[in-house]
């Protein structure tokens, strides 16, 4: 039996819990997502419990007086430990480990977990390692209990048991050996971005709150079969494919793995080479679930996210997908978008008005050329058909006369200047 099979088995059951300091509806709202990433990571949420101070206690997250609240309300449901909202310090993990006697993890080590559960591509897997090993280097003594169980669970998954009763200094010799392992994986990838580059093909990066919808859509642009489920996280590798639109341009479209609230900041390490394909993309498309309630707050993390990874000026188009459902608002807005569309990506509906609004953002970024290649520059008028739109073309003694549309970094500054 697999530890996936053990846990769907078993069914951890967890009491969420959070602290709040300032808006209690914020908590909620996060505690809500929390119960979902819970239920992602094959347990059960069964309770919560939000203890209002003007901060979060240094050694006990939550406070004494609340800590012996927690225990009678752990004795009555008999949970099998509690999850919070916020990642812990070695300091508070531990304290509660002593005084609740449970299984405690935070946030950021249920994150983890589902990283781990879903990488599935080598690169993908040494990133979450990498990320988990940074995480228990920094907690290793507020992780007794979780080092010491050997019948699986949520926190336990990826680099495995052994590997984590290993001290401190065995866990800094395998970082080193991960971190040279991905070094080896980068270069692939930046020549992967260099090539695609050098083809001047237009690329759109799809980005977007996790469980927006973006695999989905596409799926729907491309007719692919990208995993796309109803789940925080359900794809976590970048997946690029090819799509020809109508007037035969062809594109390059990333998919990108899902931002969420209070993102660990292991991972945004580990993951930095991945999350920045935005970065060396020439538009970004960011999806949005138009039904969620919390649709401002997921809007505003993508872009902090973005923001912190350094993404440059680009132009954004914006997808609130999900209208077919209900309790969408009749008004969308994305004030930081350069436009904005009404989509589904489920039924299609709007797809069509998107694809019309990236084709005619590619054209605009292009130039009509006129000029007569010799019959020996065959691989350039191939290169012409290929990234760009072939309009006119003649056979004339001394050569070949092309009209084409090309983009503006196909040709040289002298002719744009023209």
Excluded at 59 to 82: Q, R
Excluded at 255 to 270: E, M, N
Excluded at 331 to 359: H, M, Q, W, Y
Aim: aromatic fraction near 6%; charged fraction near 30%; proline fraction near 2%.
């Amino acid at each position: 039996m697999t530890q996936l099979e053990e846990i769907k088995e078993k069914q951890e059951r967890f009491i969420l819990v959070a602290v709040s300091c300032e808006d209690e509806k914020m908590v909620q709202d996060s505690l809500k997502e929390l119960e979902e990433l819970v239920k992602t990571a094959g347990g059960t949420a069964i309770g919560s419990f939000i203890q209002n101070r003007s901060s979060i206690d240094g050694t006990t997250y939550i406070g004494k007086g609340k800590v012996d609240e927690l225990k009678l309300l752990l004795c009555e449901t008999e949970a099998d430990g509690i999850i919070c909202d916020d990642e812990l310090t070695p300091a508070q993990m531990n304290h509660l480990e002593r005084e609740l006697k449970v299984t405690i993890l935070d946030r950021t080590l249920v994150i983890l977990d589902i990283f781990a559960k879903h990488a599935s591509t080598r690169e993908g897997k040494l990133q979450i390692e990498l990320a988990q090993l940074r995480y228990r280097a920094s907690h290793l003594i507020g992780l007794g209990s979780i080092l010491s169980r050997q019948g699986g669970g949520i926190g336990t998954r990826g680099p495995g048991e052994k590997k984590l009763e290993q001290d401190r200094r065995r866990i800094r010799e395998r970082i080193s050996r991960l971190k040279a392992e991905l070094e080896q994986v980068n270069v692939h990838r930046e020549t992967q971005r260099k090539r695609r580059m050098e083809n001047r093909v237009p690329i759109v990066c799809i980005v977007g709150y996790t469980n927006a919808g973006k695999s989905t859509l596409l799926n729907t642009l491309t007719a692919s079969q990208v995993l796309s489920e109803d789940k925080l996280f359900a794809t976590l590798d970048p997946t690029t494919r090819s799509l020809e639109l109508s007037d035969g341009q062809q594109l390059l479209l990333t998919d990108t793995v899902g931002f969420i609230r209070k993102l660990p900041h292991h991972l945004i390490q580990a993951f930095r080479s991945t999350l920045e394909e935005a970065k060396y993309a020439d538009y970004i498309l960011h999806v949005v679930d138009a039904s969620n309630p919390q649709m401002e707050t997921q809007m505003h993390t993508v872009y902090e996210t973005l923001r912190e990874l350094e993404i440059g000026e680009k132009p954004i188009l914006t997808a609130f997908n999900k209208t077919d459902k209900d309790g969408v608002p009749d008004v969308l807005k994305d004030f930081r978008a350069d436009e904005t569309f009404r989509i589904s990506a489920k039924t299609g509906t709007g797809v069509k008005e998107l694809l019309e609004a990236i084709s005619r953002r590619i054209r605009e970024s292009r130039i009509c050329l006129e000029r007569l290649y010799a019959y020996s520059e065959a691989e350039e008028i191939a290169n012409l058909r290929r990234y760009g739109q072939v309009l006119e073309e003649n056979y004339l003694e001394d050569g070949i006369w092309i009209r084409a549309v090309v983009d503006r970094s196909f040709v040289g500054k002298e002719y744009q200047e023209k």
